[in-house]
């Protein structure tokens, strides 16, 4: 007989696995890129470094679109008003849509004197413009296909988005080889494959999306209530990912003071970091749609569970990845530069993330969990409390300029240590008590 706590884990299962292969392909289109552009030479591959940092950087302050999308959809969904949870989701597509498009005319505007901010040689500038401009009138489509795979993960589906996350990495692929090579265009013929291969996703997801629709008979048209309440909640989380941002921006910062070689090492301990994150992402991505859909049944026991359960998942995850990055520590390095002086330079900065990792497990799913129950009120207000430790400590390494591998292991303490352990602070503060618990639709 199958008990309720298999049931439960493999519903965490059916969800966090599709989403584990949807989120590793997002980070597949920028590889493709980054080689087929690297074989036009130095300067275009230097000129895509910085249209795709900037890229990067407003893609992942508009993240909020799917994990407002998200819970907002699973409520009603739990409740059983599908046509509800549909019409929600499809006013979130509408708000990407609107804001989508802002952005795209604003930065392609913009994007010359943003640019120029980086001080690169005018041939770098000149390329980095080309494929930043061109790349502008994908960010509708980007920020559409986010909030239409909220609607489907709070639909309790992940299978749908990893198949379109695949269809489009594969597409996005052979039309950058037909562009750059085929048609000759250069670094523009990459952008422009990459544009296409954006609105084909879109295209297929409005496939999707309309037959829920006419499944739940659901309507595709905005509804001013949905597109406000999706905007209102997609406001504190855009300021939560900026408190993130900072912090990260913040990090690199004093890492860049400390020097060279410090700068090389943080970015090789924080790749490692960043790796791990794409499985505790799609464990968050489970809490969120099962507590959104547990609130909309108003089952906080089940609710309860799904908390518990998720966050042993977490911690025992990061035990794991913990102890690999401990047992590579001293390899990891010399795989990313081949220097054995870079490599026992970073190792200490490796030992702390993998001491870090539990908690690093546990912290990234209560962040999904409270976003699942629409906490993100109060996810906006701690995440500028937890800057409150981190950044005199940011300061005090700063002042200090401890440098070699002991610079690196403190910046590192300060940011796996001090400021994951004043979010684990504020998350399970939170989660204690019963008050992001509001249940109903």
Request: hydrophobic share 60%; proline share 3%; with cysteine.
């Amino acid at each position: 007989m199958t008990s309720a706590r298999d049931t439960l884990n493999r519903d965490i299962l059916r969800l966090a696995v599709p989403a584990l292969g949807a989120l590793i392909a997002e980070p597949l289109f920028l590889i493709v890129d980054s080689a087929l552009v690297g074989h036009l030479g130095v300067v275009p591959l230097a000129g895509l470094g910085i249209a795709s940092a900037v890229l990067q950087t407003i893609v992942g302050l508009m993240v909020f679109l799917a994990y407002s999308t998200t819970p907002a959809v699973a409520r009603r969904f739990g409740a059983g008003d599908a046509s509800r949870a549909v019409s929600v989701g499809i006013d979130g597509m509408w708000l990407a849509l609107g804001l989508g498009a802002v952005l795209a005319v604003v930065g392609y505007l913009a994007t010359p004197f943003v640019v120029t901010l980086f001080g690169a040689p005018a041939a770098v500038a000149e390329q980095a413009e080309v494929y930043l401009g061109v790349s502008m009138w994908g960010l509708p489509a980007m920020l559409v296909v986010f909030a239409a795979t909220g609607l489907l993960r709070g639909m309790q589906d992940t299978v749908t988005p990893l198949w379109i996350a695949g269809l489009g990495f594969g597409a996005n692929a052979l039309l950058n080889c037909l562009f750059i090579y085929g048609f000759g265009w250069g670094i523009a013929g990459s952008a422009f494959g990459t544009v296409v291969a954006q609105w084909g996703m879109v295209a297929a997801y409005v496939v999707v999306v309309g037959r829920l629709a006419r499944r739940h008979e659901a309507s595709i048209r905005p509804q001013r209530d949905g597109v406000s309440g999706s905007a209102r909640s997609g406001g504190w989380l855009f300021l939560r990912t900026v408190s993130l941002r900072v912090a990260l921006l913040a990090t690199v910062a004093v890492a860049t003071g400390l020097g060279t070689e410090e700068l090389a090492g943080w970015q090789v301990a924080f790749t490692i970091f960043s790796t791990s994150v794409f499985a505790l992402d799609a464990l968050a991505i489970a809490a969120q749609a099962l507590v959104g859909k547990g609130l909309g049944a108003e089952d906080p026991h089940t609710v309860r569970r799904v908390l518990g359960r998720t966050v042993a998942w977490g911690a025992w995850f990061g035990i794991i990845t913990g102890v690999i990055i401990g047992a590579l520590s001293g390899v990891i390095g010399l795989l990313f530069t081949g220097d054995a002086v870079l490599a026992a330079l970073v190792q200490p900065a490796l030992i702390v993330l993998a001491v870090a990792q539990p908690v690093c497990g546990v912290v990234f799913v209560l962040d999904g969990v409270l976003i699942g129950a629409g906490d993100a009120r109060y996810l906006a207000i701690v995440g500028v409390l937890n800057l409150v430790p981190f950044v005199p400590a940011l300061v005090i390494i700063a002042v200090l300029q401890p440098t070699g591998a002991a610079g690196l292991a403190w910046l590192a303490v300060a940011f796996f240590g001090v400021y994951m352990l004043a979010r684990l602070f504020t998350l399970g503060w939170r989660v204690r008590g019963s008050t992001w618990m509001t249940v109903g639709a």
